[in-house]
Each structure stands twice: as structure tokens, then as C-alpha cells.
T-cell receptor, first 115, second 114 residues
Framework: AQSVTQLDSQVPVFEEAPVELRCNYS??????LFWYVQYPNQGLQLLLK??????LVKGINGFEAEFNKSQTSFHLRKPSVHISDTAEYFC?????????????FGQGTRLTINP | DVKVTQSSRYLVKRTGEKVFLECVQD?????MFWYRQDPGLGLRLIYF???????EKGDIPEGYSVSREKKERFSLILESASTNQTSMYLC?????????????FGPGTRLTVL
């Protein structure tokens, strides 16, 4: 079965520290990968996406993610976080399931930045 | 800019009431989606629609129905609300059928069923 796993439900870090949010997926076919961010009391906003080509993808707000096909991972990173990065982050995989195009989401990772 | 709007940010209803959640997008997208978001479960797909008057069941359709009479509007209906339907509901839209097209999300409706 196709699934997306975000290994950490909560990640607390200090301001200006680096952060990595982990995402693994299971699929036997080619997929497209996305990271979305949800700021408090808002909907989801696209952070970045991997479609093809370079495995290192750069997104908004200084975030980047690396696609690793052999490890079926798409981890999100930022070298130095800011208080404003406090949010929930969702990894998602776009794939065809039973003939329908679906976006399958991970459980989400709540990133908390401490001063 | 794509804009997806939802009729209410917060809604409180009583058990057994019929509830309508409305979603409107302004970019002529063919595809529209309803998700519910619960802590620790991420987003789960309730229903989606590829075109006007079309609807497809998602992963958790039980207790819900939908209506798409116009391209820009996709409504989620709770025929008889129950307390286990207390959740955040998110609407999204997407252009075309390509898997690599992103979905655009509305701000969400936080529904509480008492």
C-alpha cells in the first residue's frame, strides 16, 4: 500500500539552529513529492516540490529538500531557522491509486522554534 | 494568484444537524477536493471532483456527501452531524490532470459538533 511517513510528530529547535524534518514514502511507481507548510490558523501553502531532474530542490523561505530514490526519502532542511518558521509541515506524494490521482499526506511535523 | 475561499472559519453545530461547508475557487480549476485534518493523522481525503456534477469517494467518505453544480463551487454536506466529525476541514483545487500540478488550499473551517 502506498503511504507517507513523517518520522517526527514534533521537532523543537532553537532559533538560528539547523533543522531536518524527515519524510519517507512507499511506492513501487514514479511519484511526485511535495512539502506543504501550515502556519497557525491558516490553510496549507506549498513550500517546494520535486518533479524530476536535480535531487536537491530549493523552496521558499530558505527551505530545501533532497530526494533519495534508493531510500525513498524526501527530507526537508533549513540551515538556520527563524521564529517565523514555527508551523506544521506536511510531506505529500502525488500518485495514482486505483485509477485516481491522489495526494497522500504524511501525519505532519510540528516545528517549534525557541528563542 | 489562485484563491480558494471557504464560507466559514469556525462553525459550531449540534448533533443531528445538517451542515453545509462551502468552497469557492477563482482560477477555473477542474479538480476540487475536501479533506479533514486531525492531529496525528495528517490530511485525509473525503471526496473529490474532476468536473461539474462529478464526484468520487476519497478514503473516508462515510457520513459525508458533496455537491458540485458549478465549476467554481464544491460543497461538503454532513447529512446528520455527529461528534466524531468535529475536525478541521480543508478544501483544495488543482488545475488539470497532471500529477505534478500542486493543489491550492483554502484557509480551513474548524467545525465543532456538540
Amino acid at each position: 500500500a502506498q503511504s507517507v511517513t513523517q518520522l517526527d510528530s514534533q521537532v523543537p529547535v532553537f532559533e538560528e539552529a539547523p533543522v531536518e524534518l524527515r519524510c519517507n514514502y512507499s511506492s513501487s511507481v514514479s511519484v511526485y513529492l511535495f512539502w506543504y507548510v501550515q502556519y497557525p490558523n491558516q490553510g496549507l501553502q506549498l513550500l517546494l516540490k520535486y518533479l524530476s531532474g536535480s535531487t536537491l530542490v530549493k523552496g521558499i523561505n530558505g527551505f530545501e529538500a533532497e530526494f533519495n530514490k534508493s531510500q525513498t526519502s524526501f527530507h526537508l532542511r533549513k540551515p538556520s531557522v527563524h521564529i517565523s518558521d514555527t508551523a506544521e509541515y506536511f510531506c505529500a506524494v502525488s500518485m495514482i491509486i486505483q485509477g485516481a490521482q491522489k495526494l497522500v499526506f504524511g501525519q505532519g511535523t510540528r516545528l517549534t522554534i525557541n528563542p | 494568484d489562485v484563491k480558494v475561499t471557504q464560507s466559514s472559519r469556525y462553525l459550531v453545530k449540534r448533533t443531528g444537524e445538517k451542515v453545509f461547508l462551502e468552497c469557492v475557487q477563482d482560477m477555473d480549476h477542474e479538480n476540487m477536493f475536501w479533506y479533514r485534518q486531525d492531529p496525528g493523522l495528517g490530511l485525509r481525503l473525503i471526496y473529490f471532483s474532476y468536473d461539474v456534477k462529478m464526484k468520487e469517494k476519497g478514503d473516508i467518505p462515510e457520513g459525508y456527501s458533496v455537491s458540485r453544480e458549478k465549476k467554481e463551487r464544491f460543497s461538503l454536506i454532513l447529512e446528520s452531524a455527529s461528534t466524531n466529525q468535529t475536525s478541521m476541514y480543508l478544501c483544495a483545487s488543482r488545475k488539470g490532470q497532471k500529477l505534478n500540478n500542486e493543489q491550492f488550499f483554502g484557509p480551513g473551517t474548524r467545525l465543532t459538533v456538540l
